[in-house]
């Protein structure tokens, strides 16, 4: 399995590295704007339960973004990983490697996460509870999804690093 992992990744490298970087581009950047242009914005819509159902409507479309986005960078840096050769190289590489990828382990659970909120939320709003799902949305959008983008930040510039080395 490892030989063709290498092949592949010898083969279709420059592909598999900017198809990593672009998906990273695009995780962390649209955590970014949810926060920073999509939230402000809602925050402009009066009628309650308009904003929040538009919330959890936007959630869920996000998801269905996230997943795949998240897939992709899975399948890329296993390629990049065993294709490149960390394994046998140096160890402060390969400890950074290790410690990239636990923390999108760590990005990927806060996703999770934010998957059970979004049920919770959803639930509530169809039971009128709308304190519930203000509360569900407000731990998302002000404090996972901006953890996730600053800890995706951090994973692109340790990314950066390891390239260096």
Excluded: C
Aim: hydrophobic letters at 55%; zero cysteines; a positive charge.
């Amino acid at each position: 399995m490892r030989e063709v992992l290498m092949e592949i990744f010898g083969n279709f490298s420059r592909w598999i590295i900017l198809l990593h970087i672009v998906t990273a581009m695009l995780l962390v950047g649209s955590l970014v704007v949810i926060r920073f242009v999509v939230k402000p914005t809602m925050e402009g819509i009066e009628h309650e339960k308009e904003r929040l159902s538009k919330g959890l409507e936007l959630m869920r479309r996000y998801a269905y973004f996230v997943v795949p986005a998240m897939l992709v960078m899975i399948v890329t840096s296993v390629f990049m990983s065993v294709g490149l050769g960390f394994k046998y190289g140096d160890p402060t590489t390969y400890n950074l490697i290790h410690t990239k990828e636990a923390l999108w382990v760590f990005i990927a659970f806060n996703f999770v996460y934010m998957v059970f909120k979004y049920k919770n939320a959803k639930k509530a709003i169809l039971e009128d509870e709308f304190v519930e799902v203000q509360e569900n949305l407000i731990l998302m959008l002000n404090y996972l999804i901006p953890l996730n983008a600053v800890l995706g930040i951090i994973g692109a510039y340790l990314g950066i690093v390891i390239r260096g080395h």
